[in-house]
T-cell receptor, first 114, second 114 residues
Framework: NAGVTQTPKFRVLKTGQSMTLLCAQD?????MYWYRQDPGMGLRLIHY???????AKGEVPDGYNVSRLKKQNFLLGLESAAPSQTSVYFC?????????????FGDGTRLSIL | AQTVTQSQPEMSVQEAETVTLSCTYD???????LFWYKQPPSRQMILVIR??????QNATENRFSVNFQKAAKSFSLKISDSQLGDAAMYFC???????????FGTGTSLTVIP
């Protein structure tokens, strides 16, 4: 079972470049999330989606955009990368109708902005 | 926004001994869900244990158990008979009974000493 798959796993960008991180889940989950993880700060929510075609801002949305054109995919875009966006990015998904169910996470993407 | 506090950035334990990781949270809700995740150096986020707030009985999963004190808004994780493979970052997470977001603490890095 693939679960949640993130691509790429590693990426180095120059300041000002753009890129898209892809998250794909095969569990038919309605909810999907993008987090960033920084030392000493835990996981902070960037954006999330409660279903195909819907997105919402989380705690730290500035500098990022997202799209959920298909239920199984959730894309995170950086239009003009900045060094402050150097982080490990995690995608997660969860079913909406069973609240005691945890989120299922991808393996993360390590992104470095030079 | 809800807050989840893990006051111990780092902890260590001797192999085969018991260690307790603390977590407190701030909420005005009466119904919610709590989770502990383990993140080893591989970066995977692995669910360790979960607790529904309406259940008074503390959850247990093999060597892992929780001490859930609802009135004190405390959710500590006890690891018994610690093993080298328990070395990881541990995150506490909270989810309301309604709404779509999970809230994470900043994590506790656990070292297991042989």
């Amino acid at each position: 079972n693939a679960g949640v798959t993130q691509t790429p796993k590693f990426r180095v960008l120059k300041t000002g470049q753009s890129m898209t991180l892809l998250c794909a889940q095969d569990m038919n989950h309605e909810y999907m999330y993008w987090y960033r993880q920084d030392p000493g700060m835990g996981l902070r929510l960037i954006h999330y989606s409660v279903g195909e075609g819907t997105t919402a801002k989380g705690e730290v949305p500035d500098g990022y955009n997202v799209s959920r054109l298909k239920k199984q995919n959730f894309l995170l875009g950086l239009e003009s990368a900045a060094p402050s966006q150097t982080s490990v990015y995690f995608c997660a998904s969860s079913p909406p109708d069973r609240r005691n169910q945890p989120q299922h996470f991808g393996d993360g993407t390590r992104l470095s902005i030079l | 926004a809800q807050t989840v506090t893990q006051s111990q950035p780092e902890m260590s334990v001797q192999e085969a001994e018991t260690v307790t990781l603390s977590c407190t949270y701030d909420t005005s809700e009466s119904d919610y869900y709590l989770f502990w995740y383990k993140q080893p150096p591989s970066r995977q986020m692995i669910l360790v244990i979960r607790q529904e707030a309406y259940k008074q009985q503390n959850a247990t999963e093999n060597r892992f158990s929780v001490n859930f004190q609802k009135a004190a808004k405390s959710f500590s994780l006890k690891i018994s008979d610690s093993q080298l493979g328990d070395a990881a970052m541990y995150f506490c997470a909270y989810r309301m009974s309604v709404g779509n977001q999970f809230y994470f603490g900043t994590g506790t890095s656990l070292t297991v000493i042989p």
